[in-house]
């Protein structure tokens, strides 16, 4: 047989293989099948929780925190949580605004972590001071 196809005739047939030593995307470097992450509850709603500590999905909840500023006038700051926050009325801003004022902080709302981050990004871009910290109070 010519060298041109001695490599199609070396090819190795099924016999060649131990399948004990198979390995590939869902096995370790043993040849063991790789464990899963823990199972999910999912409620009704479709939503699901982590069985080991219960925390909703998309990274818990977390509050919006409205801090004083020399820089704040009632009008703009109150103006830019409305647009900003959906859950937040012109009632609830001005509330807010005013603890703010007196006692440095307000919590304007209680939401995802990653939508709090996206109200405290789009409220900076308004000249309006925010932080973000956990919140254990909800369960």
């Known amino acids: ?13 099924a016999a060649d293989y131990d399948v004990g ?10 040849g063991n099948v790789a464990t899963l992450p823990p199972p999910t509850d999912t409620d009704r709603d479709g939503g699901s929780t982590d069985k080991q500590n219960n925390s909703p ?13 020399p820089k704040h006038t009632e009008g703009p700051v109150v103006k830019s949580l409305t647009y900003v926050v959906p859950a937040c009325d012109e009632a ?28 405290m990004q789009q409220l900076y871009r308004y000249g309006v001071r925010t932080a973000i910290e956990p919140d254990n109070t909800t369960a």
């Open 1 to 13: 047989m010519s060298q041109l196809h001695a490599s199609v005739m070396d090819r190795p047939g």
């Open 21 to 30: 030593k198979r390995g590939g995307w869902d096995s370790d470097k043993d």
């Open 57 to 69: 999905p998309g990274g818990g909840n977390h509050r919006l925190l409205l801090l004083d500023s």
């Open 92 to 119: 609830h801003a001005r509330n807010c605004f005013a603890t703010s004022k007196e006692l440095g902080m307000a919590i304007v709302t209680s939401c995802l972590k990653e939508h709090a981050e996206f109200y």
